[in-house]
């Protein structure tokens, strides 16, 4: 079963908005990690949070983990185009140095 | 520098035929992974190897095998094909250390029909 869901599945937004999608997941994790996909293309790894972190940004990134809700939002500012894409968090679980569970995915639209 | 490569990147296979998906990558990584995705869903994870000389099972191995060949290839097989293993596969891999899970590089993917 897979540990991680996001919130919404779907999204559409105009270009210049910010994008917020939300995960939520249901054990104790080292570490949560937020990917995006392109259609009919591979996964690309976006920002990393530990367990022992509350947000990280990067570039027009922000990502919030609140370990004690077991959930985590990822916010795009300033969307483009080019953000339109699936968005993936995948959790590291307590137990497995190696394993990431996936969730899965919010489609985002960004409407020129 | 290629990263992670996969072959083929399209199959289609009748039900009961065989194939091994290859996946190589040039990073130096320890760790790597494959896993399978249908559609408008996540990744699952079938196998992976933490490091060479180490295979594990993930969330859906069943009809899968997998080999570490070396550190920068790892293999999936598929002994006789059914249509539930239709699928995109993608191969991934990691560095790995006591610091923890790093994040993880992924091929371009297989798109796989079985008929």
């Known amino acids: 079963s897979q540990q991680g869901e996001e919130d919404p599945q779907a999204l559409s937004i105009q270009e210049g908005e910010n994008a917020t999608m939300n995960c939520s997941y249901k054990t104790s994790i080292n570490n949560l990690q937020w990917y995006r996909q392109n259609s009919g293309r591979g996964l690309v790894h976006l920002i990393l949070i530990r367990s022992n972190e509350r947000e990280k940004h990067s570039g027009r990134l922000r990502v919030t983990l609140d370990t004690s809700k077991k959930s985590s939002s990822l916010l795009i500012t300033a969307s483009r185009a080019a953000d339109t894409a699936s968005y993936f968090c995948?959790?590291?679980?307590?137990?497995?140095?190696?394993?990431?569970?996936f969730g899965s995915g919010t489609r985002l639209l960004v409407r020129p | 520098n290629a990263g992670v490569t996969q072959t083929p990147k399209f199959q289609v296979l009748k039900t009961g035929q065989s194939m091994t998906l290859q996946c190589a990558q040039d990073m130096n990584h320890n760790s790597m992974y494959w896993y399978r995705q249908d559609p408008g869903m996540g990744l699952r994870l079938i196998y992976y190897s933490a490091s060479e000389g180490t295979t594990d099972k993930g969330e859906v191995p069943n009809g899968y095998n997998v080999s570490r060949l070396n550190k920068r290839e790892f293999s999936l097989r598929l002994e006789s094909a059914a249509p539930s293993q239709t699928s995109v596969y993608f191969c991934?891999?990691?560095?790995?250390?006591?610091?923890?899970?790093?994040?993880?590089?992924f091929g371009p993917g297989t798109r796989l029909t079985v008929t």
């Open positions: 991934a891999s990691s560095r790995s250390g006591d610091r923890g899970l790093y994040e993880q590089y």
């Open positions: 995948a959790t590291g679980p307590m137990d497995s140095s190696y394993k990431l569970i």
